[in-house]
């Protein structure tokens, strides 16, 4: 009888042992040996992959969300498993939407990045430590500013702690931030990238030796990169296979005109800037991180990708910036990026499109080379069946209304939303309404387009004193949807020890419509 050889297998490495890709991370091998069916891969998360990969390729397995799925039944499987030996291009790959934090579903999307829930069954998350704006993780200027006031930011001639940087320069500062940095290794042993970055602010310091290297090298990266590269040599001596991390971040992103990155010093490069309803790669508003990433990647040997996915106005509305995103991230990779890390929904389980999104991502992020409309459009006809002819009716509509909006997609105030106007939402709820019609007699579908018109109905809510009255007749009506919708929704996409205050949080905006 057939058998599967899945793992490190005598019949895996007498196929494979000599296969340089293996060694890669997260690396998969697929072939058949006779009868034999071998599944295997890197170690660490290759072999639990390689088998996602038989599945989905062969068996028609898909996993749309972390609580809905398609498993056929076929008990005369037969499959003519072809050699396929593929590694990712991008060691890092983050799916940041609360529904994809947790350990299975992420592994089934490939999802490796820190926000994940990976423990060793799964084999394990990159775990970097602090994840980012370090500074005062590591000096909190509560325990160190009134003692040492010269180590933190000068700012219009005063010292400032709280909601600013580190003086970057002052040598006894150095000193005592790498024994910080020593004491944070030895906590954390299994750290994969330790991040040693600036604060979320934007208060740099102002001092002479600051000054002067932030002139000599353009921008505020030249005190701050000079200060890493510092921190990167010293810890390199003793740890040298764990790197230091940055972020080339606001004022921050601009490359420096002479210091370049130490070879362990990688490099997360933030758009938050750039206009998301336009791409990467060719987007007019967009040059000017064009010009950043280009001279990023060509100092840098490994450069991470901080990308922004989610309108942080409102994670509820709907938000048009699908249509870039398999090109994005094809141009970062084209950039030379290892690890991408898009930052999406991560607080609301519930918003506009978050499953399909989260399902594209994360197959967009294993393999860029994937066409991302084939992908959106495998999603929406195995999710929404019968009704999915209207989803991506709409689907494609709300992505064309990004044109019609000026300014960046990521936090675009909601009366500034011209997309969302009088055209949008009577076309949209028309086929909302048909949708539902074509699948009346399947509860689960109705469940779902329930769930997706959520975003629908609190746009529809929030802008009514802007949209044509016809739209909006009985406000109470809407929020009364609005409501049931969003408690089927909580109760079986939010954790358990969240939906109570999910829920309150409904009340009180529905009360709110009522009262007005």
């Keep these: 009888k057939p058998v599967f050889f899945i793992g490190n297998t005598a019949l895996f490495k007498k196929n494979f042992a000599n296969n340089g890709t293996i060694q890669k991370s997260d690396a998969i091998a697929l072939k058949t040996d006779g009868k034999n069916i071998i599944l295997g891969g890197h170690p660490t998360r290759g072999q639990l992959y390689a088998v996602y990969e038989f599945l989905e390729k062969y068996c028609n397995v898909r996993w749309w969300t972390s609580k809905e799925s398609t498993i056929p039944v076929n008990k005369n499987l037969t499959v003519d498993v072809k050699e396929y030996v593929y590694a990712p291009a991008l060691e890092y790959r983050e799916v940041y939407y609360l529904d994809a934090k947790g350990a299975e579903f992420a592994s089934c999307l490939r999802s490796n990045g820190f926000w994940t829930n990976l423990n060793k069954e799964y084999g394990d998350k990159l775990f970097v430590y602090g994840w980012c704006h370090t500074f005062e993780q590591i000096m909190p200027p509560g325990k160190y500013f009134k003692q040492h006031p010269e180590w933190f930011a000068l700012v219009k001639g005063k010292r400032m702690g709280q909601g600013a940087q580190l003086c970057l320069t002052n040598p006894e500062m150095r000193k005592e931030f790498l024994k910080l940095v020593f004491e944070k290794f030895k906590r954390y042993p299994y750290m994969w990238q330790m991040s040693i970055s600036q604060n979320d602010y934007h208060n740099w310091c102002e001092c002479a030796n600051c000054m002067k290297l932030q002139k ?156 991302e409309r084939a992908v959106t459009m495998e999603f929406l006809q195995g999710y929404y069946g019968k009704a999915a002819p209207y989803m991506r009716k709409y689907h494609d509509f709300l992505q064309k209304g990004n044109t019609a909006l000026d300014g960046s997609l990521c936090d675009i105030p909601l009366n500034r939303r011209t997309d969302l106007n009088d055209n949008f939402f009577r076309t949209v709820l028309k086929w909302f309404d048909e949708a539902e019609k074509a699948v009346k007699d399947d509860p689960v579908i109705l469940e779902r387009l329930g769930k997706e018109r959520i975003s629908i109905d609190s746009a529809l809510l929030d802008k009514r004193a802007m949209l044509a009255k016809e739209l909006v007749p009985d406000p109470n009506a809407i929020a009364a949807r609005l409501k049931k919708n969003f408690d089927t929704a909580v109760k079986r996409y939010t954790y358990p020890a969240k939906q109570k205050r999910r829920l309150d949080e409904m009340v009180v905006y529905c009360q709110g419509i009522n009262a007005n």
């Excluded at 490099?267 to 990433?293: P, T, V, Y």
């Excluded at 249509?323 to 930052?343: E, H, L, N, T």
């Excluded at 607080?347 to 506009?352: F, K, L, Q, V």
């Design 216 to 371: 000599r090298e353009g921008s505020e990266s030249g005190p701050l990169l000079d200060f890493v590269n510092f921190i990167a040599r010293e810890v390199k001596k003793v740890y040298p296979n764990v790197p230091i991390s940055t972020l080339a971040y606001q004022k921050s992103r601009r490359v420096p005109k002479t210091i370049k990155p130490e070879d362990n010093v990688y490099i997360w490069l933030c758009n938050i800037e750039n206009n998301f309803g336009e791409s990467m790669e060719d987007g007019k508003s967009n040059a000017d991180f064009r010009r950043d990433i280009e001279d990023w990647s060509k100092i840098s040997k490994q450069l991470f990708i901080w990308n922004y996915t989610a309108f942080f106005g409102n994670f509820m509305v709907p938000h048009p910036n699908h249509a870039s995103i398999g090109k994005d991230i094809r141009y970062f990779v084209k950039m030379k990026a290892k690890g991408i890390f898009p930052q999406g929904d991560f607080y609301c389980s519930i918003g506009d499109f978050v499953g399909l999104r989260s399902y594209v991502m994360g197959k967009m992020l294993w393999n860029p080379e994937l066409d």
